[in-house]
């Protein structure tokens, strides 16, 4: 099999990324955008040992699960992997895709539940980094193409567009900074000669207030306050900010955040809990989704009896002020300064400075210590992508508290540290959330009970 070469197969499987699987005499073909019982027309793109990469030309038998996609650049910008599935399909592929993973790492059965759908199923990203650049002679923001950093745009200069998964206000947010860069003659960043001030537009949506951070290749926004005055025509409340970004790195925010305009930090409510986020800040895209699956997590630790929530990776402090309603004692273990001081900010501000512990440090070394001077104890786990530290899954077994509530945003690495844990737990409920519709990421909630 050679690179150029056409095929026609049947799709027969599913790949971790959401993309179909075909097997030609033994080799695996992967195939984007094609579904399960599909016959297509592909050319190879790409040839490896095991397998192929290969594009669809002609769909010759579509999946009854196959809608038209409601974006014509769905399948160039790779933003929405999933948009021609019907979502009931969308909800079953994810769940399967997280039982794959865990039978696949654990060599064992796994009950899911059903994969809960969103409540949106467009306009619910709460945050976009949109990269700018030229195209055609004219300014552009949109998403890199997969596997690339060529810009797709779905915003233009002067022209109307969109993008179906941004909230409310975004676009205009967008179009009113381009039209600013185009009045000052200010140029988007070329990573080639490392030349151009603006590298991205980063927008968080706090309940109806704005974020709005240039991340920038300098040191200053020239004539900011003209900006400020186009967005105040807007009718919105936002602030708005710079980050110095002056690195060849694909990192998007620099090291610190400066404020032009407004607030430092934006106050918003989730589940009664008042919190404060900068554009810095880590937090769900999809609000309503973050919502359920923290609201589950409450029902959890109060149907459990256990007085003491141990809050790991616990960032900011939102979740530990949530379980703060249902336990005695919330001890935050976070290993970067800056957010133990925002997280006893919030529990000043939500009226739980009596009830959260916090401690700066490394969850392996803190965990252990905090597990054995308690009676009873759950441990709230919400780690990045790339899961679990080894040294916090082997503090766990060493400690043993009686449950641990896992949120992962990456079923690979959740079934990982599932693998670890089932020395000692079983799985009690492992629940996947519909956090991004339409993409192929999928967030799970999994509850394991000491053995």
């Known amino acids: 099999m050679q690179v150029g070469d056409i095929l026609t197969v049947e799709i027969t499987s599913v790949g971790m990324d959401g993309e179909g699987v075909a097997r030609v005499d033994g080799v695996v073909v992967f195939i984007s955008g094609t579904l399960i019982g599909e016959t297509v027309k592909a050319q190879i793109t790409q040839v490896k040992k095991n397998f192929c990469f290969a594009k669809v030309i002609k769909i010759l038998v579509p999946s009854v699960d196959r809608v038209e996609p409601e974006c014509k650049i769905c399948f160039k910008c790779g933003g929405c992997e999933n948009l021609h599935i019907k979502y009931q399909k969308q909800l079953e592929i994810k769940r399967l895709h997280v039982k794959n993973c865990l039978e696949k790492q654990c060599k064992r059965e796994f ?128 602030s708005l900010y710079i980050s110095p970004n002056t690195r060849r790195t694909n990192v998007i925010l620099g ?53 003491n929530v141990i809050d790991a990776y616990s960032g900011i402090g939102i979740m530990s002020n949530l379980f703060a309603k249902y336990a005695n004692k919330v001890y935050a273990i976070e290993i970067v300064p800056q957010a133990i001081a925002n997280s006893q900010v919030l529990a000043k501000l939500n009226g739980n400075s009596d009830k959260i512990i916090n401690i700066c440090g490394d969850c392996a070394q803190e965990l252990p210590r905090v597990v054995a001077s308690l009676d009873k104890s759950i441990v709230v786990l919400d780690p990045p992508r790339k899961g679990c530290d080894i040294a916090v899954l082997n503090a766990l077994l060493s400690a043993l508290p009686d449950e641990i509530i896992y949120v992962s945003c990456n079923p690979a690495t959740l079934a990982r540290d599932a693998q670890f844990l089932l020395e000692k737990y079983e799985p009690a409920s492992i629940t996947p959330y519909d956090m991004f519709p339409n993409t192929k990421h999928v967030e799970t909630l999994a509850r394991f009970k000491l053995k």
Not at 275 to 302: A, T
């Open 111 to 238: 009950c899911v539940d059903p994969t809960v759908a969103s409540p949106k199923r467009v306009g619910y990203r709460n945050k976009i980094q949109v990269p700018i650049a030229y195209q055609d002679g004219k300014l552009v923001g949109g998403y890199f193409a997969p596997n690339s950093h060529k810009v797709v745009a779905f915003c233009k200069q002067g022209e109307s567009g969109n993008c179906l998964l941004n909230s409310d206000g975004m676009q205009d947010i967008l179009d009113v900074f381009l039209n600013y860069m185009a009045q000052e003659g200010i140029s988007p960043y070329d990573e080639i000669t490392h030349s151009g001030l603006v590298r991205h537009l980063v927008i968080r949506k706090v309940d109806c207030k704005f974020a709005i951070c240039a991340v920038i290749n300098g040191n200053s926004l020239p004539r900011y306050n003209r900006l400020i005055t186009m967005l105040n025509a807007l009718n919105i409340q936002f």
């Open 255 to 307: 090291e610190k955040v400066v404020t032009l305009y407004g607030e430092d930090s934006l106050q918003g409510e989730a589940l009664g809990v008042k919190y404060l986020v900068s554009p810095q800040s880590f937090m769900q895209i999809n609000d309503e989704v973050r919502d359920m699956i923290y609201s589950r997590v409450g029902e959890i630790i109060k149907d459990s009896g256990i007085d």
